[in-house]
Protein backbone atom coordinates (compact mmCIF):
# COMPACT_ATOMS: atom_id res chain seq x y z
CA UNK A 1 0.00 0.00 0.00
CA UNK A 2 0.98 3.36 -0.75
CA UNK A 3 1.49 6.39 1.71
CA UNK A 4 -1.95 8.25 0.41
CA UNK A 5 -3.83 4.91 0.86
CA UNK A 6 -2.66 4.74 4.88
CA UNK A 7 -3.75 8.50 5.19
CA UNK A 8 -7.22 7.73 3.84
CA UNK A 9 -7.02 4.22 6.27
CA UNK A 10 -6.62 6.72 8.61
CA UNK A 11 -8.81 9.54 8.29
CA UNK A 12 -11.43 7.05 7.93
CA UNK A 13 -10.70 5.11 10.97
CA UNK A 14 -10.84 8.24 13.07
CA UNK A 15 -14.42 9.33 11.27
CA UNK A 16 -15.44 6.26 12.29
CA UNK A 17 -14.32 6.52 15.57
CA UNK A 18 -15.91 9.94 15.98
CA UNK A 19 -19.70 9.26 14.90
CA UNK A 20 -19.29 6.17 17.19
CA UNK A 21 -18.44 7.98 20.50
CA UNK A 22 -20.96 10.51 19.37
CA UNK A 23 -23.34 7.33 19.47
CA UNK A 24 -22.03 6.31 22.67
CA UNK A 25 -22.26 9.27 24.43
CA UNK A 26 -25.62 9.77 23.66
CA UNK A 27 -28.93 10.40 26.23
CA UNK A 28 -30.93 7.67 24.23
CA UNK A 29 -27.50 4.78 24.26
CA UNK A 30 -26.98 5.94 28.31
CA UNK A 31 -30.75 5.31 29.31
CA UNK A 32 -30.80 2.25 26.91
CA UNK A 33 -27.76 0.50 28.96
CA UNK A 34 -29.38 1.53 32.13
CA UNK A 35 -32.15 0.02 31.30
CA UNK A 36 -30.90 -3.40 30.09
CA UNK A 37 -28.88 -3.63 33.71
CA UNK A 38 -31.91 -2.16 35.53
CA UNK A 39 -33.63 -5.59 33.95
CA UNK A 40 -30.94 -7.71 34.32
CA UNK A 41 -30.66 -7.13 38.15
CA UNK A 42 -34.35 -7.70 38.51
CA UNK A 43 -34.74 -11.12 37.23
CA UNK A 44 -36.09 -13.57 39.71
CA UNK A 45 -34.35 -16.76 39.44
Not at 23 to 44: E, F, K, M, W
Amino acid sequence: MSTAEYAIGTVAAAALAAVLYTLVTGDSVASALASLVDRALSVGF
